[in-house]
Structure formats: structure tokens, C-alpha cells
């Protein structure tokens, strides 16, 4: 098999999990969270968003988290913007890296907003303008590349010419994000293949969700093809707000779970990270989907 030695894992939790529960974490439950993280070993943190606090309640708080942990050295943490605002918000709280979404979907980016996603993709240049100028990190994320409830399946030629519409506003760091849960490994594969020897100037994530019990064989795929960069969530969290039924993003142990156990670094201590998804689970006080927080790490199973 052709794997890597490393990955990166971007917990994403304490926004794509945290914003789909009714109950609002308290600022010092994030914030304790994202310390236990970072001293988990976790080097890349979504943070939250910045989005309208009547929208999106559960991450009004964003701005005081990067205010208490931005001194802190070598951890990038960050943020989703969907506007200017979102950029300027960025600034005040002394956020260094945001990041961008486009649906993948014709349909969802027509029906939502009358824009076609590489309209979408060319407003953004304002805010990339706006945040490279106060020294801010962008990147751009599309969801939906592997098929959506709107079209089903994507064809291969539409999301590169989202990718090209992020790369004429200056985004070259950009994350495939199956919010739906439709990805299957081959199609993974051929994607990842195609798009990394399309664009190699680009830093590539993939964030899976594990709706239909695909996510980690996806992840698998994607390593294959050669991607080392993965959000992960912890416990399990997560959801997706236009698919019904979708269960939470891959649960960061189970993935650092099979890296361990494969031999493919990731400087993450599970042992840490099961002490923490489990306080999340306490917190949102319901079961979650994962499978390391129901049966724990194989290595706890060996008699001695
Ligand atoms: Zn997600």
C-alpha cells in the first residue's frame, strides 16, 4: 500500500460538531476543550465562525476564544467566515487564519443565493484581499464535491472549476468537504488523483463526514492517493443542516485510533483525546458516533 509516514488532523469539533447541538458549550467549556486539545498534541484547531450570533448561537463566542488563546505559539487555529464582516471580525480578535465555503452544488448555490458557486468563489476576492492585507491566512473549502442531494452525483469538471475560481482570488490551500456523506473510495481515489496532479500548487484537506459508515475507508483512499491533511471530530460530533439523518464528521479518535495502529504518525496522544471526547459526550449528554469512545482503543483488549 502506498501510505504516508504523517498526517495532519485539524480538529473540527468546536465548530462543526458544536454548532449542530441545541445546547450552547459555555465559553470556559470551549475553552478548556481547545487547551486540552493543544496540550493533546493537535497543531491545526477550528476554532468556530464568525456568522450572524441570531444565525449561528452556539459560536457567538468566537472572538474571546481567539483573544485567550492566540498567544499561544505553534497551534493554527481557525476560523469559518462567510463575509466581510466575518473578515473584519477576524481582525479585531487577532484570528490569523479564516477559512471560505462554496456549495459544490449548481442547484443549492442557484436555489440559496442566484449565484453559480464560482460566483460565489469570485465575490470572496474582497475578503481575501482584506484578510492577506491584515496578514491573515485564507483558505477555501467546497462542499459537496462527491455529490449532493441536489444533482446526486458531481461531475469531475465542475469541481475543478471551483477550484480555479479559488485560485484566481489567491487560495491556494483547499479542503474537499463531504458534508453529505455521499463519498465512496474510488470515487475518493480518482478525485484526489486528479485534482493533486491538476493543481499541485495546492495544499489539499479532506473532512468526511460519516454518515452512511464510509468515512474512515475514505480517509484510507485518500491517503493512497497521497492526501495527509484531515478534519476529524471529536466524539463524533456533527451534522449537516441540508442532509437529513447525517450523523457527526469522523470521530478524531477513531481516526487517530487506525493511524496508531497502522504506524502512520500523528502526534496526537489517544489517551488524551479519548479524555476529552468523553467530556464531550458528558456535556452534550447524548451517544455519539464513535466507535473508540463504545469499545475502546484494540491494545486495551490484550490480556497480560
Ligand atoms: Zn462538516
Known amino acids: 500500500m502506498n501510505l504516508p509516514s504523517k498526517v495532519t488532523i485539524c480538529e473540527v469539533g468546536l465548530r462543526d460538531g458544536l454548532q449542530n447541538e441545541t445546547k450552547i458549550f459555555q465559553t470556559s467549556e470551549k475553552l478548556e476543550l481547545a ?89 470572496f476576492e474582497e475578503i481575501v484581499n482584506i484578510a492577506l492585507q491584515h496578514g491573515i491566512e485564507v483558505s477555501g473549502s467546497i462542499s459537496m464535491p462527491f455529490g449532493s442531494p441536489w444533482e446526486g452525483d458531481m461531475p469531475l469538471e465542475s469541481v475543478q472549476s471551483i477550484v480555479e475560481a479559488y485560485l484566481n482570488v489567491g487560495v491556494t490551500e483547499i479542503s474537499l468537504s463531504d458534508a453529505s456523506g455521499m463519498a465512496v473510495p474510488n470515487q475518493v481515489y480518482s478525485m484526489c488523483s486528479n485534482m493533486q496532479e491538476r493543481y499541485p500548487q495546492v495544499k489539499w484537506w479532506l473532512h468526511f463526514h460519516n454518515t452512511r459508515g464510509m468515512a474512515m475507508a475514505n480517509i484510507l483512499a485518500a491517503m493512497q492517493a497521497g492526501i495527509t491533511q484531515f478534519d476529524s471530530s471529536f466524539a463524533g460530533l456533527g451534522g449537516c443542516p441540508f442532509v437529513p439523518g447525517a450523523t457527526g464528521n469522523v470521530s478524531s479518535e477513531d481516526v487517530v485510533h487506525m493511524m496508531d495502529e497502522m504506524g502512520i504518525e500523528t502526534g496526537i496522544d489517544i489517551e488524551k483525546l479519548i479524555e476529552l471526547s468523553k467530556k464531550v459526550r458528558q456535556i452534550v449528554d447524548h451517544d455519539t458516533d464513535s466507535y473508540i469512545l463504545k469499545a475502546g482503543r484494540s491494545k486495551d483488549l490484550i490480556r497480560k
Open 35 to 123: 487547551t486540552g486539545l493543544i496540550a493533546a498534541g493537535f497543531k491545526v484547531i477550528e476554532l468556530g465562525s464568525f456568522m450572524s450570533p441570531k444565525a449561528v448561537p452556539q459560536m457567538a463566542d468566537t472572538d474571546k476564544l481567539f483573544q485567550d488563546l492566540n498567544h499561544i505559539d505553534g497551534v493554527e487555529l481557525r476560523a469559518l467566515i462567510a463575509n466581510k464582516k466575518g473578515v473584519e471580525r477576524a481582525i479585531n480578535c487577532g484570528c490569523r487564519k479564516v477559512k471560505l465555503n462554496v456549495s459544490a452544488s449548481r442547484q443549492h448555490n442557484l436555489a440559496n443565493l442566484n449565484m453559480t458557486p464560482e460566483e460565489s468563489v469570485a465575490g
